[in-house]
């Protein structure tokens, strides 16, 4: 008996230390996090004693860098379900057209207010956040209307790129039409952590704390789906009621890392693929994990991006995608030399 729980123990064990050892980079990098800018570590050190220091650091650098880990967070949680979902390793967040959709509402929205969507004002700032959120997730509902349901996890995937496709299509024509919203819609579509305030990261935090949950409480359809769907019924599990769940799981998180940060690729896909990299759990695990994940690989970015070309920012979303696609091409080419013995 001791025997046969010993490798369970021992997978447990790992991860427990694998997740609290994210806990701790996450700590370090928010710490970090608050002394990178163009006046590095003196407005730490200067914080208490001028009140200009004071508003650097707490309104400016501390929910920035809480808004990356969040964000990332989200986004590497909602990579864990999709791949779940769709038992795919390539999903990712998007999947289901929230990115178009988001994009769409962002360039509808930039037109009615005829700004920038990094304006100051909070008001407008409050509206494209909103126009972003409302327009990735109606993009999730025409998918779900086009798929008619959530029973078919393949008529939902095709759903999803062609409503991503379309809505692309849609949002480049409206781009086009009205020039003057090119540059900010750029800023979208790269993404951006350099407008996040204290309200977006509460919003971020309860949303991701309920997509949490949520995903968590559903992880074993997962576990389910993961054997294969005949199998998964065969456990007496509601699948269309759970799927329906977990792609509003998909759609409430992607939707609002999108709203709140733009376009952040690769995170999502990345952050499941480096923790079943490291450990080999269920779902539940694995989500939790994904998070964290995803939570630390956001953050590093947003750092790497504030101090790389110092005291100008690099755009968030490329600096993502030059570290995801880095790993995920490492790790192609791993897979081709495993699979033609060369790793033998």
Not at 83 to 102: E, I, K, M, T, V
Request: aromatic letters at 6%.
């Amino acid at each position: 008996m001791v025997a046969s729980n010993s490798p369970r123990l021992a997978q447990t064990s790992r991860v427990w230390r694998f997740g609290f050892a994210l806990i701790l980079l996450s700590v370090a990098l928010v710490l970090l996090g608050v002394g990178v800018g163009s006046t590095g570590w003196e407005s730490v050190a200067t914080m208490w004693e001028h009140s200009l220091a004071m508003q650097i650091v707490w309104d400016i650098r501390l929910p920035r860098t809480l808004g990356a880990w969040l964000a990332g967070g989200l986004l590497g949680l909602s990579g864990a379900v999709a791949q779940g979902l769709f038992r795919n390793p390539l999903a990712d967040p998007y999947l289901l057209g929230s990115a178009s959709g988001a994009a769409l509402g962002v360039s509808t929205a930039l037109i009615l207010f005829g700004v920038s969507p990094f304006a100051t004002a909070w008001l407008v700032r409050l509206g494209l956040t909103g126009a972003a959120f409302i327009g990735a997730v109606s993009a999730v509902l025409l998918t779900l209307l086009l798929a008619r349901g959530v029973q078919h996890t393949l008529r939902l995937l095709l759903a999803g790129v062609i409503v991503g496709v379309v809505l692309g299509a849609v949002g480049s024509l409206v781009t086009m039409l009205r020039p003057d919203i090119v540059q900010a819609m750029q800023a979208f579509m790269l993404g951006s952590t350099g407008f996040i305030g204290w309200s977006a990261c509460m919003v971020m935090f309860f949303v991701m704390a309920l997509c949490t949950l949520a995903s968590v409480v559903l992880s074993h359809a997962l576990d389910g789906l993961s054997l294969g769907e005949a199998t998964a019924a065969s456990l007496g599990l509601p699948l269309p009621q759970m799927r329906a769940a977990l792609v509003v799981v998909i759609a409430l998180s992607a939707g609002t890392a999108v709203a709140q940060a733009g376009l952040i690729v690769f995170v999502g896909l990345a952050a499941p693929h480096l923790v079943r990299s490291v450990v080999k759990t269920t779902h539940a695990s694995l989500i939790v994990l994904a998070s964290l994940m995803g939570a630390v690989l956001l953050t590093t970015a947003d750092i790497l991006s504030r101090w790389l070309i110092a005291p100008q920012e690099l755009p968030v979303g490329v600096l993502t995608a030059i570290l995801g696609g880095g790993y995920l091409l490492r790790l192609m080419h791993s897979q081709r030399r495993y699979e033609s013995g060369g790793g033998l």
